[in-house]
């Protein structure tokens, strides 16, 4: 049997200890408003654990395509719109013993724990996950390929994929903090993730700002298509 603890802090005295897990545990995340953990393990069970209770409160679970056996590799949890109080649970899953399956990216409701969206990655391994702060990015890292991607959380759309970021698998992924204070370390840019690797190398991906127009330039714009509009109506007699 095999054991996910969970510490108080700073004293580090233990608080609980759940043994359900029946192989080594591969990942742990606490969710932002440190109500709930979740734990992944070889076991191929993806568990969300109530810290005030101390007990389990729910299991991850969806119906693989074609039977295909799948294994959860990594688990985080990440805020809606930089509210604590909401948040979502990702996680990144490889298929088990078939190499033509595609790895699966999923977004969790936090209220059902049912899939609200997934993306799949034929010919890629997953091995490494990470959400930003904010909660609006979701990256993830290949494991021989050296691939990073980086989602925009609310519907997991493919903002940038960065191949060859590494000469072999992806061990860790983080993002930088995503306030103002940290906007120089990220290059001004939307959001900037960190990748390590075992090639002995750590890299840096930006997200860029969304282009945008000033505001006087869009006030322009709609007068002057209100403008247009007025006119052609009076052409045309209405």
Known sequence: ??????????DLSKVHEFTTHEKEVDDI????DSSKAASISKDRRALVWDIKKGKKHAELGWEPPSNIKYMFKR?????????????????ISNP??????????HKWNSQSYTVEN???SPGLTLSALAVSDNGN??????????????????????????KNAH???????EFLPTGEESAPARGFTDASVVSISVDHQVC?????????IPSTWALFFIVLVLVCTFIFCSFIGL
């Open 96 to 105: 088990v013993g078939n190499s033509k399956a595609p790895a699966i990216l």
């Open 167 to 173: 000469t072999t698998f992806i061990t860790g992924l």
């Open 204 to 212: 840096v991906h930006h997200v860029p700002r969304l282009a945008t």
């Open 1 to 10: 049997m095999f054991f996910f603890r969970i510490f108080s802090f700073p």
């Open 137 to 162: 990015f979701v990256a993830t890292g290949s494991m021989s390929e050296g691939i990073v991607e980086i989602f925009a959380a609310f519907n997991l759309s493919l903002l940038k994929r960065v």
């Open 75 to 91: 688990i985080k949890f990440g805020c809606v719109e930089g509210d604590i109080k909401k948040y979502k649970v990702y996680t």
């Open 29 to 32: 995340d606490f969710s932002p």
């Open 118 to 120: 997934q993306v799949k």
